[in-house]
T-cell receptor, first 115, second 114 residues
């Protein structure tokens, strides 16, 4: 069965520290997509990135980077030089070709960046 | 507006009442999804539309939950005879339709059942 696990419930760092959010997934499908969303206190889910199952190339966007490893079924997210505005709940999600495109979310990691 | 719009933003109802939640997707988005998010949890899938067709309703928790999208645009999620366990944030998302297209979410409707 498909599943997304975010083992870190809450992380607290001091501004400018680097932080990595872990995501492990389970799927039987060979074609799938992985996503990261940010949910600030306002509540709206903000799309950050998607990766498909055939592209293991890591990606960097500004202070954000993502490490996708099929061998360990992981899709980890690193924020470099964290800022207070990064404080939010971050969700990892899985979408499978054979499951009507619905997103299967992890339980989220709450990140608190202290000044 | 450019984003997904949901109304009302907050809804308080007494147990047993019926409620209706509205979602206005991004113009041109053929796919529309409803999710339920309990406090401190990730969103959970409820149902999925492609245009006006409801292709997957496997996540609806009971027959008290009903969703429609009659003209392939605006969607309504209706909950009949509400129960306290229905209290949650209901999120609507839309996308262009392919699996690789990201879903864009609205701000949600926070439903409280007293």
């Amino acid at each position: 069965a498909q599943k997304v696990t975010q083992a870190q419930t809450e992380i607290s760092v001091v501004e400018k520290e680097d932080v990595t959010l872990d995501c492990v997934y389970e799927t039987r499908d060979t074609t799938y997509y992985l996503f990261w969303y940010k949910q600030p206190p306002s509540g709206e889910l903000v799309f950050l990135i998607r990766r498909n199952s055939f592209d293991e190339q890591n990606e960097i966007s500004g202070r954000y980077s993502w490490n996708f490893q099929k061998s360990t079924s992981s899709f980890n997210f690193t924020i470099t030089a964290s800022q207070v505005v990064d404080s939010a709940v971050y969700f990892c999600a899985l979408s499978e070709r054979d499951s009507s495109y619905k997103l299967i979310f992890g339980s989220g990691t709450r990140l608190l960046v202290r000044p | 507006g450019a984003g997904v719009s949901q109304s009302p933003r907050y809804k308080v109802a007494k147990r047993g009442q019926d409620v209706a939640l509205r979602c206005d997707p991004i113009s041109g988005h053929v796919s529309l999804f409803w999710y339920q998010q309990a406090l401190g949890q990730g969103p959970e899938f409820l149902t999925y539309f492609q245009n006006e067709a409801q292709l997957d309703k496997s996540g609806l928790p009971s027959d008290r939950f009903f969703a429609e999208r009659p003209e392939g645009s605006v969607s309504t999620l209706k909950i009949q005879r509400t129960q306290q366990e229905d209290s949650a944030v209901y999120l609507c998302a839309s996308s262009l339709g392919d699996i690789d297209q990201p879903q864009h979410f609205g701000d949600g409707t926070r439903l409280s059942i007293l």
